[in-house]
């Protein structure tokens, strides 16, 4: 079984999707936390699920979608590594480049 680590970037940008849903409602930002760190936690038993992103040409990183979410990540030697979280809408290069860069 897969070790979950989250990175502190992930976990800023999850937060940050939090706060601006529950401007509208609270219920539902908390029902989408909760639902993206249980499909994260099955990353643990099956960490090669996770889909290729199309915006990327290397294979180090895989994505799963928990709507209105992407969220990536790197499985490497038993441990998978939470990069990012950001809303389906946004360009992965886009937001890559612009928001990461520091």
């Given amino acids: 079984m897969a070790q979950i680590i ?3 970037p992930a976990l800023s940008d999850l937060e940050e999707i939090a706060e601006y849903i529950a401007l509208d ?3 539902a930002a908390q029902k989408l936390v909760k639902t993206i760190f249980s499909t994260v936690e099955r990353l643990a038993e099956f ?3 996770g889909k290729f992103p199309s915006e990327i040409k290397s294979r180090k990183h895989r ?3 928990v709507g209105p979410c992407r969220i990536f990540y790197r ?3 038993e441990i998978v590594y939470i990069v990012y979280v950001m809303r389906s809408e946004r360009e992965f290069r886009k937001y890559i480049l612009n928001e ?3």
């Fill in 6 to 8: 989250w990175s502190s």
């Fill in 25 to 27: 409602k609270v219920s």
């Fill in 47 to 49: 960490p090669e699920s």
């Fill in 63 to 65: 994505e799963i979608i």
């Fill in 75 to 77: 499985y490497e030697s």
């Fill in 100 to 102: 990461r860069e520091g």
